[in-house]
Every structure is written in structure tokens, then in C-alpha cells.
């Protein structure tokens, strides 16, 4: 299995620029999550879905952000329009409801720089 | 406001002793705790688990150990090896199986050959 697949790897854009990060979560997985790390706060949960729908976005900071999964092997994470402070890690990661485990796996981030 | 703390953002250890790193919550209705360990241009991986019912779980040279009174954890490495250097974070969720985890900021642990 390839893992969380995350594109691209390092995005250096401008302030005001739109900003799109892409995720593939494992397949047969059903929940998927976008994270943002920083130092300050460590990895916050930003959105999570669960069978596509989105359950929970109350980690988005702004309206600036959105996220969407259009089907189960593919989501998006969009900032529009960018700012310097908006500069992070963000990691995808997703997880397959069972009883064998409660882990997310986690894919190798987007880094991202908005000047 | 952090409900998940790691209050020693690093920690150094000789090669073949113990490492401690502690985890702080305040949120009593979390009831399940995960350490997750990152390298460097890496995503974080899933290393150890436990429960509330728990009060310690082990992994070869992994221990998780809970102290709900205190709502504190820690995890121990015994014995630390140089592989063993990476940021480890903290994670807690309400039930077991819910989806949402809240995470610390992470310790820095650098293992010294």
C-alpha cells in the first residue's frame, strides 16, 4: 500500500494567491482529516470527514479555508485568498473504522511558505 | 487554550538509558491516549495506545503509562537508542473509536550515541 499520498510537497506562493493542497487517503479508509502543525500550537485538527461528508470543521481558522472531498479517494484543502501567517505544515491522514485499531495514519505533508 | 500539553518542548539522552517524556490534559472526558513519533520531512506514525480502563501498556521497548487522578501520561523508551531521536506527540480523544484526537505540541527527544 502507497500510504497517505499528499501533493505537493512544498508550495511557496505569494500573499493573496490561492492555495490548493491535495490528499489521497488509503483506500478502503473512510475517515479522512487535514492537520496543521506549527510550533507554537502542534497539530490541530483543521476538518475531518467521515464517508465523504464533513463532520466537523471547527478547527478551520478562517473562511479563508475549505476543504472538500469529492469522493472517497481524493480531498482538497484551499486557502484563497493566502497569507504570510497561513505558512505551515499540513498533513492529511485517514482511517479506517474498525475495532482492530483507532489510529491515523498520517501522510508526509505539504509545506507550505506564503511570502 | 491547549487541553493536550507537552510542557518540555525537548529532551537529551545517553544512548542505552531511559526516556521519559510526559503529556498533560485537563479535558476529563478524554478516555484514550496515543503517541505518535515524527522524523524530520516525515508524517507522524502511530507507536503506542492506551486506554482509560488501562493503566499502563507495553510495546517492546515502548511503555505508556496513565495516571487518570493526575490526567497525566508518559511514555518510557527503554533502552534509547539513537533511532529513537524524533518529536513525539501526545494525542487523546473522547471514547475510544471517536474520530477526533487533540495533540500536544510535541518533545523533541535526541538520543546521544
Known amino acids: 500500500d502507497a500510504g497517505v499520498i499528499q501533493s505537493p510537497r512544498h508550495e511557496v506562493t505569494e500573499m493573496g494567491q490561492e492555495v490548493t493542497l491535495r490528499c489521497k487517503p488509503i483506500?478502503?479508509?473512510?475517515?479522512l482529516f487535514w492537520y496543521r502543525q506549527t510550533m507554537m500550537r502542534g497539530l490541530e485538527l483543521l476538518i475531518y470527514f467521515n464517508n465523504n461528508v464533513p463532520i466537523d470543521d471547527s478547527g478551520m481558522p478562517e473562511d479563508r479555508f475549505s476543504a472538500k472531498m469529492p469522493n472517497a479517494s481524493f480531498s482538497t484543502l484551499k486557502i484563497q485568498p493566502s497569507e504570510p501567517r497561513d505558512s505551515a505544515v499540513y498533513f492529511c491522514a485517514s482511517r479506517r473504522t474498525s475495532i482492530d485499531g483507532d489510529e491515523q495514519f498520517f501522510g508526509p505533508g505539504t509545506r507550505l511558505t506564503v511570502l | 487554550d491547549q487541553q493536550v500539553k507537552q510542557n518540555s518542548p525537548s529532551l537529551s539522552v545517553q544512548e542505552g538509558r531511559i526516556s521519559i517524556l510526559n503529556c498533560d490534559y485537563t479535558?476529563?472526558?478524554?478516555?484514550?491516549f496515543l503517541w505518535y513519533k515524527k522524523y524530520p520531512a516525515e508524517g507522524p506514525t502511530f507507536l503506542i495506545s492506551?486506554?482509560?480502563?488501562?493503566d499502563k501498556n507495553e510495546d517492546g521497548r515502548f511503555t505508556v503509562f496513565l495516571n487518570k487522578s493526575a490526567k497525566h501520561l508518559s511514555l518510557h523508551i527503554v533502552p534509547s537508542q539513537p533511532g529513537d531521536s524524533a518529536v513525539y506527540f501526545c494525542?487523546?480523544?473522547?471514547?475510544?473509536?471517536?474520530?477526533?484526537?487533540?495533540f500536544g505540541t510535541g518533545t523533541r527527544l535526541k538520543v546521544l550515541a
Open positions: 479535558n476529563s472526558m478524554f478516555d484514550y
Open positions: 494525542a487523546a480523544s473522547g471514547t475510544s473509536g471517536t474520530y477526533k484526537y487533540i
Open positions: 483506500s478502503g479508509h473512510n475517515s
Open positions: 492506551i486506554s482509560s480502563i488501562k
